[in-house]
């Protein structure tokens, strides 16, 4: 099992230890390192500053928001990125919700999902080939663009650079069983924002029928210490923030994945306190055994033994969010 640093998204302004972090990631084997956007800072600037950084180490997306940019714009960045580094990025795509497509991005949530991000990867995969001009007559994207404000000036067009891997990496953020059967068929990973070792089925039937080489990487806290309950609470604090306010409360995806690992009354419940302004109250609701099993934290025996039921099943990579560097180090011996 690879071992990655996911760094996330900035908060208030820039960590100042990401690039160290990624340095000592690098300098302990790690396969990648990661960075996300949400909306504030964006995915790609401080991964380019780490690649500048850094040597050896992969550079990843998770995520780059599809709303956020055409997908000609995003395949733009990865094909740049990609010279520049050598040949590091992988492409981690996500749809995000109407919340944020609508309410940050201003744009129409697609009313079929699953439509709009087969789409936006066909058109992405295009550029990336560079077998002819980009076209594609699709519901979402449509290469060149036809709508009734067209000026019908739009031609077909190559990417003027030539990319430096056709097979870059796609690798797409999913929650729903639909949405992860298809990763399975059009992407070359996944990238779930919660996985238990224990409840695969929780995402339907396509993870256990991967191809070869498909990458199957979360998103996972890991923390040595002592406490574990103490341990905890940075994931319950995230739990919170995203079962309670990345989304409304008749339609909050990671509140229905919750619900679909067994916690559905809870899960309503921190939607519940959270939109009633009760933070606090709805971070502490957050049961410890699901944010337990959706994380590695504890002592270095308990996470030792923990990382035994990881790999036993299909993930890949494992992405460690937040960990200092006593962790990251503890969790390197840990996987050699």
């Given at each position: 099992m690879r071992l990655g640093l996911a760094l996330g998204y900035w908060g208030r302004g820039p960590s100042p230890d990401h690039v160290e972090l990624a340095r000592e990631a690098e300098r302990l084997g790690y396969d990648s390192v990661w960075t996300a956007e949400s909306w504030g800072s964006d995915v790609f600037?401080?991964?380019?500053?780490?690649?500048?950084?850094?040597?050896?180490i992969r550079l990843g997306t998770a995520v780059a928001q599809m709303a956020a940019r055409s997908p000609t714009t995003t395949a733009m960045h990865a094909l740049t990125l990609?010279?520049?580094?050598?040949?590091?990025?992988?492409?981690?795509?996500?749809l995000s919700g109407p919340q944020v497509v609508e309410g940050w991005y201003g744009r129409p949530f697609p009313k079929s999902p699953l439509t709009a991000t087969r789409e936006y990867v066909d058109v992405v995969r295009q550029v990336l080939r560079r077998q002819a001009p980009v076209e594609l007559d699709g519901r979402f994207h449509t290469h060149p663009y036809r709508g009734a404000d067209a000026t019908g000036l739009?031609?077909?067009l190559k990417s003027i650079t030539h990319p430096l891997r056709a097979d870059l990496p796609v690798l797409l953020g999913a929650e729903g069983p639909k949405n992860v059967a298809q990763t399975v068929r059009i992407a070359d990973g996944w990238l779930p924002l919660y996985w238990s070792p224990n409840r695969p089925d929780a995402y339907g039937p396509a993870v256990t029928e991967l191809p070869a080489g498909f990458r199957v990487a979360p998103l996972a806290r890991v923390k040595v210490c002592d406490d574990v309950g103490e341990g905890l609470l940075g994931v319950k604090a995230m739990l919170g923030f995203y079962?309670?306010?990345?989304?409304?409360?008749?339609?909050?995806f990671h509140a229905d994945l919750?619900?679909?690992?067994g916690y559905e009354e809870e899960a309503r419940r921190v939607q519940e306190l959270f939109l009633a302004g009760r933070r606090?109250?709805?971070v502490l609701t957050v049961p410890d055994a699901f944010a337990d099993?959706?994380?590695l934290v504890g002592p270095r025996e308990r996470i030792a033994e923990r990382l035994e039921v990881w790999r036993k099943g299909p993930v890949t990579d494992l992405l460690a969010v937040a960990p200092d560097p006593t962790t990251l180090r503890v969790l390197a011996e840990l996987n050699s």
């Open positions: 600037t401080p991964l380019t500053w780490i690649a500048a950084r850094t040597s050896t990609d010279h520049l580094s050598g040949g590091r990025v992988m492409l981690g795509l996500g739009g031609r077909p079962i309670g306010g990345m989304g409304h409360a008749t339609r909050n919750m619900a679909r690992m606090e109250e709805a099993e959706i994380s």
